[in-house]
């Protein structure tokens, strides 16, 4: 089995910074892209940004220039640097990892980091 662990969230004011972390453990051949994705209270999960394992990077747009996300691959580790939040980046913060276990591709997520940037 593969397990992703989110971690860093916490209560900010807003403007201030935040740092996630994301590591993959278990069963894994390689892992290719990595993600995260945010949820608000009563919203759909949303795309924040994603990496992939050659550290090409893509951003939605409320979210470039502000964050920035890196991995280290010999760890399997992913990071988001938030900068600069605002109250509007409150959510659940999932990260994603597509798999490759046994030869065979999957997906994965983690249970999530709750963020709240207060006003």
């Known amino acids: 089995q593969v397990q992703l662990v989110e971690s860093g969230g916490g209560l900010v004011q807003a403007g201030g910074s935040l740092r996630l972390s994301c590591a993959a453990s278990?069963?894994?051949?390689?892992?290719?892209?990595m993600g995260w994705y945010r949820q608000a209270p009563g919203e759909q999960r949303e795309l924040v940004a994603t990496?992939?394992?050659?550290?090409?990077?893509t951003f939605a747009d409320s979210m470039k220039g502000r964050f920035t996300i890196s991995r280290d691959n010999a760890k399997n580790t992913m990071y988001l640097q938030m900068n600069s939040l605002k109250p509007e980046d409150t959510g659940l913060y999932f990260c994603?990892?597509?798999?490759?276990?046994?030869?065979?591709?999957?997906?994965?997520w983690g249970q999530g980091t709750q963020v709240t940037v207060s006003s």
């Open positions: 994603h990892a597509y798999v490759r276990r046994f030869g065979q591709w999957h997906n994965y």
């Open positions: 278990g069963s894994i051949d390689s892992i290719n892209v």
């Open positions: 990496i992939t394992s050659g550290g090409s990077t």
